[in-house]
Nanobody, 118 residues
Framework: QVQLVESGGGPVQAGGSLKLSCVAS????????IHWYRQAPELQRELVAA????????VADVVKGRFTISRDNAAKNTVYLEMNNLKTEDTAVYTC???????????WGRGTQVTVSS
């Protein structure tokens, strides 16, 4: 079992920045990668960014250049999503998830709300 806890969300004005954290605990040896997803009301959940245990990163085109995913060098089970130049369309619940070695996403956090106002 892996537990995930997100933090760092909140209200922000357009053009502002937020840094989300995702802390994984439990059987972290099963983690192949950690993903950030977001879901806005009435829209499908979408993958925003991901980072593998080896440090390879992926950032979706829709946020590329504005969002950065990274991992804490000291606490490798902590992953950050730094979001800059936020837009109103970035408003969503941001949730981190663990992908295991089989490609499944068995563990999810509860999410953190990001609300960007104009």
């Amino acid at each position: 079992q892996v537990q995930l806890v997100e933090s760092g969300g909140g209200p922000v004005q357009a053009g502002g920045s937020l840094k989300l954290s995702c802390v994984a605990s439990g059987d972290t040896s099963s983690i192949d990668s950690i993903h950030w997803y977001r879901q806005a009301p009435e829209l499908q959940r979408e993958l925003v960014a991901a980072i593998t245990s080896g440090g390879i990163t992926y950032v979706a085109d829709v946020v590329k250049g504005r969002f950065t995913i990274s991992r804490d060098n000291a606490a490798k089970n902590t992953v950050y999503l730094e979001m800059n130049n936020l837009k109103t369309e970035d408003t969503a619940v941001y949730t981190c998830a663990v992908q295991d070695g089989m490609g499944y996403l068995p563990y999810w956090g509860r999410g953190t709300q990001v609300t960007v106002s104009s």
